[in-house]
């Protein structure tokens, strides 16, 4: 199972990106996919969840201006951010937890990190 992470890049403050990841391989089903983030010198932190049935969860910081969304049939991610702040820079990682045969244990996947730079 690989996870394929695209769409960083620098932006000035106030504008928009959007993070796509999309999930590659052998599984059974993609469970939960979340998007985390880490800044220079900070732990890894979870910026929003997504379920398999479309409920999400988002962390208070982004609340308002982060969405996330998921398409099931092509196995995406996606990350619309908008009034993107200097706080919000870092790297972003998405994760999913995927079952990889019917009666399997569900695993973590994580994807490579795709850089968001806010400008101020």
Request: glycine share 10%.
């Amino acid at each position: 199972v690989q996870l394929q992470a695209s769409g960083g890049g620098l932006v000035q403050a106030g504008g928009s990106l959007r993070l796509s990841c999309a999930a590659s391989g052998t599984f059974f089903s993609v469970n939960t996919m979340d998007w985390y983030r880490q800044a220079p010198g900070k732990q890894r932190e979870l910026v929003a969840r997504i379920t398999s049935y479309h409920s999400t969860m988002y962390a208070d910081s982004v609340k308002g201006r982060f969405t996330i969304s998921r398409d099931n049939f092509k196995n995406t991610v996606y990350l619309q951010m908008n009034s993107l702040k200097s706080e919000d820079t870092g790297a972003y990682y998405c994760h999913a937890k995927v079952t990889t045969s019917r009666y399997g244990p569900e695993d973590d996947y994580w994807g490579h990190g795709t850089q968001v730079t806010v400008s101020s």
